[in-house]
């Protein structure tokens, strides 16, 4: 059974000249006759991809292949330009850890948030807020604003949501990086338990070894196109003698 198809999937972004392109800037410029569209990217070209129902699939290449927008565009936190993303199950993106939190409002408070986001009720939520707290280690600052959290408090409650809740589609974006060594142990531990399972599970990663022994196929990504997919190892195999 299909869990995730992506047909023909391309996404053109901004760059960063116009994201710095300021209003003064632009209406001058206007003003001026000077005016030009500031340039787009083609990051994501063509696409397709289908992931079967619990299969484990490592996704891998240089910086700036398209690894984690791949990862946004099936989370739909990107849509795509043009092409089709379906997804069938409930999916929990571990992606910038923490980064749809709102720092004004309490940790208790996000949780219930970020949990209605990803599809759970309030009063489910509310069931697992003493587990998530628990196991980011964030027990004392219930009450306290997010801003008042340091970027690796917020990253392991992130990754204590979005694993507490069970989903059927797990995205995994270089997130064991997360705390200290302690902690890190603590988030594979809670992983191998998802790689048991019948999760479905995309995960980006720069440790070949890791994909080669975890992960049932790859895909080797390469300047916004899949350059290649099927069995880890080979692809594994493949990537590594290209960068050699």
């Avoid at 289908?50 to 099936?74: D, F, Y």
């Avoid at 599970?201 to 890791?210: E, N, T």
Wanted: aromatic fraction near 8%.
């Amino acid at each position: 059974m299909e869990s995730i198809r992506l047909d023909q999937v391309c996404l053109w972004r901004r760059t960063q000249e116009e994201f710095s392109y300021d209003l003064k800037k632009t209406l001058l410029s206007i003003f001026e006759g000077k005016y030009r569209q500031p340039p787009k990217k083609l990051v994501l070209d063509k696409i397709d991809l289908v992931v079967e129902k619990g299969e484990k699939i490592g996704i891998i290449g240089s910086n700036g292949a398209g690894k984690s927008t791949l990862l946004k565009v099936i989370s739909g936190i990107l849509q795509p330009t043009t092409g089709n993303v379906r997804v069938r199950g409930q999916i929990a993106p571990l992606i910038e850890l923490g980064a749809g939190f709102d720092s004004e409002i309490s940790v208790i408070d996000n949780i219930l948030l970020y949990g209605v986001l990803l599809g759970f009720s309030r009063a489910e939520m509310k069931e697992r807020v003493g587990s998530i707290l628990e196991f980011a280690e964030l027990e004392d600052y219930r009450f306290v604003p997010v801003k008042g959290l340091s970027s690796g408090m917020v990253a392991r409650l992130g990754f204590a949501i979005a694993t507490d809740i069970q989903p059927e589609i797990l995205i995994l974006d270089e997130v064991l990086s997360v705390g200290d060594e302690s902690f890190r142990n603590k988030c594979q531990k809670r992983i191998d338990k998802f790689w048991d399972s019948h999760v479905t599970i995309l995960v980006v990663s720069h440790s070949m070894d890791f994909i080669e022994k975890s992960c049932d196929q790859a895909i080797w990504l390469s300047k916004g196109s899949l350059k290649l997919a099927g069995d880890s190892k080979e692809v594994v195999k493949s990537y590594l003698d290209s960068v050699t």
